[in-house]
């Protein structure tokens, strides 16, 4: 194993290295697809409106059986939270805080799969296509990319100005951005729409980073977790350790739940509340 | 950790799903719930309804039932004075039976005793005039002394 298996950090920047359409060298670069990204997050994202839509194609008015009660549980509380943070029309709103919720919850979870699993039968399929499986990069957590989670909030950014303009029109909106927070005077207009500017791009970038850092972080984890056990070696030191790996691994996954549930409920509250702001006027 | 084009995938992808959810998942769910509650609603309603009309009914049969207990002593008594007033009638014609017949008995008593004291003056004017007759040895005309004879009848 030590003779030819990776070491730490080659092991690490394996795991932390997407399957992409071309190689990426600038931090930015418009040409590039992530495709383990996307077919995760396409793949989860239908399998939970696949879901979803069994359960509503079923739904009576009479006794639901266990599987229509949980999406009733699931959907009376999205609809409960919509309801107090967004005051309007929700007939969108509210199911989009239920896709997110779901969605997100989905992808996330996917860290709760064995680290190694997907990557290594990804590996033997891409060795069988007869490419190097060294390179067969495959990362199986959609949130844990910066890409998939800043993509859903500037969703939720471009909401955000629909329903500015939609509700208080564009006139509207536009004295809002340039009389609040300081009020209305020309010597404040440029102050106003400059903190305006701030918390936009603030909000924007913290829902989508918050997602990100926690998922990066929980997927670098068990990562580490896993370099923990796999430094055993037949000695018995290196046995405690994978001892060690073991139980940190099971307290970790039991903790990610939390964290997996937590961060999909977070997305999916900020989402209605900066929806619900920009219903309301200042 | 680098940006690039699947932000914006993942935006269009996040837009689609959640369109696909308003369109298809959330209403079927939401009317079955609100059906649902209104059933509840109308179940609940029902039930106090029938309670209510249960209460309506008890009182009721227990307004008949007293009713008819009233009337049953209403009746009782009424038969009870009936037979008292029998009772006392009948009473009251057992006396006057009784009254009438000690009467009738008393007048014939008396009218019989009269008849033997007539009968009784009778024979004695007829002995007196056969004792005077034998006393006087001389025959006395009974027509030429009848009111003679009749006077003394009275006196006797």
């Excluded at chain 1, 509700?167 to 300081?182: R, S």
């Excluded at chain 1, 305006?196 to 997927?219: D, P």
Aim: glycine fraction near 6%.
């Amino acid at each position: 194993m030590a003779a030819q298996g990776p070491n730490a950090s080659e092991y690490i920047v394996h795991h932390l290295t997407h399957l992409k359409s071309a190689t990426q060298t600038a931090l930015v670069d418009w040409s590039v697809f992530h495709l383990d990204t996307l077919f995760w997050s396409i793949t989860l994202g239908l399998l939970a409106i696949l879901i979803l839509a069994k359960a509503a194609a079923k739904a009576t008015s009479g006794v639901p059986g266990r599987f229509q009660a949980a999406v009733e549980i699931l959907v009376e509380m999205v609809e409960s939270q919509s309801k107090s943070i967004v005051h309007g029309d929700r007939s969108f709103i509210a199911p989009l805080a239920l896709t997110v919720f779901v969605w997100i919850f989905f992808m996330n979870a996917m860290d709760l799969l064995p680290l190694d699993l997907v990557p290594n039968i990804w590996a033997a399929i891409f060795g069988a296509a007869g490419h190097d499986p060294h390179h067969a990069y495959m990362r199986v957590v959609p949130t844990a990319d910066l890409n998939a989670t800043l993509g859903m909030s500037l969703g939720v950014l471009i909401l955000c100005l629909y329903y500015s303009v939609k509700i208080k029109g564009f006139g509207g909106w536009m004295h809002e951005l340039f009389t609040a927070p300081f009020g209305s005077h020309p010597v404040l207009y440029p102050i106003n729409f400059a903190m305006q500017l701030i918390e936009f791009v603030a909000k924007t970038v913290s829902h989508g980073m918050r997602l990100f850092g926690n998922m990066y972080a929980g997927e670098l984890i068990f990562m580490l977790i896993a370099l923990m056990g796999a430094a055993w070696a037949g000695t018995a030191g290196s046995g405690l350790l994978w001892i060690g790996g073991v139980l940190a691994g099971a307290i970790w996954a039991i903790f990610h739940i939390l964290i997996i549930t937590l961060q999909a409920f977070i997305f999916m509250m900020l989402t209605l509340v900066y929806i619900g702001q920009a219903h309301e006027s200042h | 950790m680098n940006l690039n084009a699947t932000l914006f995938a993942q935006l269009v992808v996040f837009l689609i799903l959640a369109w696909f959810t308003m369109k298809f998942v959330w209403p079927p769910i939401m009317k079955a719930l609100d059906e649902r509650a209104s059933k509840i609603a109308d179940g609940l309603a029902a039930a106090d309804k029938a309670k209510t009309d249960l209460a309506h009914a008890e009182k009721k049969a227990g307004d008949e039932l007293r009713k008819a207990r009233e009337s049953a002593a209403e009746f009782r008594s009424g038969a009870e004075r009936q037979v008292a007033q029998l009772i006392e009638e009948a009473r009251a014609e057992g006396a006057r039976i009784v009254a009438a017949a000690r009467e009738a008995a008393e007048t014939e008593a008396a009218s019989a005793s009269q008849r033997a004291k007539e009968a009784l003056r009778e024979q004695v004017a007829t002995l007196a005039v056969a004792g005077a007759e034998r006393i006087l040895r001389k025959e006395i005309n009974a027509q030429a002394h009848a009111e003679l004879l009749t006077q003394l009848k009275s006196e006797l």
